[in-house]
């Protein structure tokens, strides 16, 4: 017998629009998985929802998509544990982990590059 559950995050990842589903959008980013690939307009969307459920981004993986063309994984925004003691830190203590997002969150809004940015989720408690 399929998992159910398991069968149920696939359904969330596969939805053309992410937030469609907000509870299930969570669900998958708190779980092992992440969230769908977001845009960075979606991704703006979302924040006063987790904000308002006390959830925040302990870690992010960004793809970048610059106007000329050029796609790459982007190792400069993604929030995966190479700030050094800055990053340790930031998984230990919510408060250092929203601040680098929103460090991080704030650079890609001034570029004119476009992304796609797949999300993980914790709690304040």
Known sequence: MPD?????????????????????????????AGSPLLTLPQLEELLPVLA????????????????SGKAYADMDLSIIGLDGDRDWDAHRTPA?????????????????NSYQIKIWLDDHE
């Open 4 to 32: 159910v559950r398991l069968k149920r995050l696939f359904e969330i990842q596969m939805n053309p629009d992410p937030l469609d589903d907000i509870d299930g959008l969570i669900t998958l980013a708190m779980s092992g």
């Open 52 to 67: 308002d459920r006390r959830l925040f981004v302990p870690s992010m993986e960004v793809a970048t998509y610059e106007p």
């Open 96 to 112: 250092i982990s929203v601040a680098l997002f929103e460090e991080r969150f704030a650079e890609m809004k001034q570029s004119p």
